[in-house]
């Protein structure tokens, strides 16, 4: 009952910089926590960052200083813009939300995934 469409994926150099972007559609009455995971080959899925309803952040130690997540609450949508890439950040990205529906149930969803590859 909720969808979430990742986009802004790509191939980049190293030092390079890309945005992705999720918007959330369907039966929401109100988000909660937004954020970004990502999963490289043979590895687990982790958190890169989150944000509350509130604006308060959460980076993992890896990417802290280079990538920035942001939110419109009036578009039910999240951005990671990310900086400094390495090939170290090559994965595919994943964006997540958990809230209410209209209905009063807990939903959390996750997007499709869009690859990030870094590489000269």
């Known amino acids: 009952q909720v969808q979430l469409v990742d986009s802004g994926g790509g191939l980049v150099q190293p030092g390079g910089s890309l945005r992705l972007s999720c918007a959330a559609s369907g039966s929401i009455f109100s988000i909660n926590a937004m954020g970004w995971y990502r999963q490289a080959p043979g590895k687990r899925r982790e958190l890169v960052a989150g944000?509350?309803?509130?604006?308060?952040?959460n980076y993992v130690d890896s990417v802290k200083g280079r990538f920035t997540i942001s939110r419109d609450n009036g578009k039910n949508t999240v951005y990671l813009q990310m900086n400094s890439l390495n090939p170290e950040d090559t994965a595919v990205y994943f964006c997540?939300?958990?809230?209410?529906?209209?209905?009063?149930?807990?939903?959390?969803?996750w997007g499709h995934g869009t690859q990030v590859t870094v590489s000269s």
């Open positions: 997540n939300a958990d809230g209410l529906l209209v209905n009063g149930r807990p939903f959390v969803s």
């Open positions: 944000i509350t309803s509130g604006g308060s952040t």
